[in-house]
């Protein structure tokens, strides 16, 4: 039931619970208190008079030592000279004859036989007790007192209702206004959440904008607590959101552009294909196979750079970082006759991909050969430089062009005299290097020309296995 409301219903209805609950206790609570302490505020009052009667009459025990008079004159000379407290009344029952009191009249106690039968009882030995007539509680003393022939009792009564009346006029009023501080606090905690969620529901708005394709929408963050943390982190994962988006959007148009080249070289030369005549058969099949093959080139190479935004694009293990520059040498030889050579082999191990470093390594040899002539030098490195891991392509050709040099690492970009290729092989080697907490970098230029491309990456070391010593 509860979660069809809203969040600031749900929160206001806690709040009103767990302050009625609160109220409603403080209630119960006040009115056990008060009754215990009434009644025990009345009983001490009864027994103040009957001690105060004792002292009276000169004796710690009246019912033993005989007053100077008769017992019915002391009790009387005693109501005589004090005045009963508020709710109370003092009584004499002398040995004979109809009972007299002192203080406002009560007419259940007056007309009731239970208390006539009470005194009886208690008249004898004495004691207290607490009596009920007609819906009313009272506590009784009865203090006997004999003058040696006769025997007269000395009784006290106090109104245990009529004490009790103020503190139900206490509670009403505690209980109207409970009432209005539980409408206020319910109204204040009400217009409290409103405000606390109003950011979640600007929030919501936000994303329903993003759901109908608006990316432009950002969230205005005020305070420093949870909910405007949490429109922080939102507006970073839009920016995050805008700016694969408009990357997807480019790389769709990047690629739909090299892609309508092959295909209108395709629908050309299949438009005015001869078929009767085999020559032009197997030149055209020839030509179109060679188109087919780099249109499979850009697609994979579209998937790779696809592919390098997932967790799982880079597996690093423990790697041995101068056997594989060694072995990046080794495989680059093949690209072309250059002339190889090995700057520098860090002897050390640490966290990467072996097979990613050794691709985005090739790539960049492959791009140093294109750009170079033959017996020209072509050079692998690696070293930790400034804590991290550098490895290093550098060669002596015709260095990089200054108008792409800002944008070189950007998907298909290349250089006014590169026609091979699509542009995505640094693309590749920077994504790589990402993956790895890294980055690309193109070293300024040196006299001589040539260029020089460095991978940096985190050194990650490698805790050498514990001694077998069994």
Do not use: C
Not at 43 to 64: C, I, M, P, W
């Amino acid at each position: 039931m509860t979660r069809n409301l809203s969040v600031r219903s749900r929160i206001t209805a806690a709040v009103a619970v767990l302050t009625g609950a609160s109220l409603l206790v403080v209630g119960v609570t006040l009115w056990f208190v008060e009754t215990e302490r009434i009644e025990r505020t009345s009983t001490q009052a009864v027994l103040q008079e009957v001690a105060e009667f004792r002292t009276f009459t000169g004796s710690t025990d009246a019912t033993t030592r005989p007053a100077p008079t008769s017992a019915d004159d002391a009790v009387r000379d005693f109501l005589a000279r004090n005045s009963p407290d508020a709710r109370e009344m003092l009584w004499i029952f002398p040995s004979t004859g109809t009972p007299q009191y002192a203080g406002e009249p009560d007419r259940r106690l007056q007309r009731s036989p239970q208390f006539v039968d009470l005194v009886g009882t208690l008249r004898s030995d004495g004691g207290l007790e607490v009596l009920r007539v007609d819906g009313n509680d009272y506590v009784v003393a009865v203090q006997p007192i004999s003058d040696g022939a006769t025997t007269a009792a000395f009784v006290v009564s106090h109104d245990l209702t009529a004490a009790r009346a103020d503190l139900r006029e206490l509670l009403v009023t505690y209980g109207l206004l409970a009432a209005l501080s539980l409408l206020a606090i319910t109204a204040v905690a009400s217009w409290s959440a409103g405000r606390l969620l109003s950011p979640l529901h600007r929030l919501r708005a936000t994303a329903q904008g993003i759901t109908g394709g608006d990316l432009q929408g950002r969230l205005v963050v005020t305070g420093q607590d949870d909910i405007a943390e949490l429109q922080r982190t939102f507006n970073d994962m839009l920016d995050r959101v805008e700016a694969a988006f408009g990357a997807q959007r480019q790389l769709l148009d990047d690629a739909g552009h090299e892609l309508r080249t092959p295909l209108t070289i395709l629908r050309g030369h299949l438009e005015v294909l001869d078929a009767a005549d085999p020559g032009d058969v197997d030149a055209t099949r020839t030509l179109l196979l060679d188109e087919i093959d780099r249109m499979s080139r850009l697609v994979e190479d579209l998937m790779m750079l696809a592919k390098s935004r997932r967790p799982d694009f880079v597996s690093p293990r423990p790697t041995e970082v101068e056997p594989l520059t060694r072995g990046i040498l080794d495989r680059a030889t093949g690209l072309g006759d250059r002339d190889w050579v090995l700057d520098a082999a860090a002897p050390l191990t640490t966290e990467l991909d072996g097979q990613r470093i050794v691709q985005a390594m090739v790539q960049l040899a492959g791009n140093a050969v294109r750009h170079t002539a033959p017996g020209e030098v072509v050079a692998v490195g690696s070293r930790v430089h400034q804590g991290r891991l550098e490895l290093w392509v550098r060669d002596t050709g015709t260095g990089v062009d200054p108008a792409v040099r800002d944008h070189l690492f950007d998907r298909f970009v290349r250089g006014v005299d590169d026609d091979t290729g699509f542009g995505l092989g640094l693309s590749i080697v920077r994504a790589i290097a990402v993956a790895h907490g890294g980055d690309v970098v193109l070293d300024d230029e040196v006299p001589g020309g040539g260029a020089t491309f460095r991978l940096r990456l985190p050194v990650v070391r490698v805790d050498p296995e514990p001694e077998d010593l069994s």
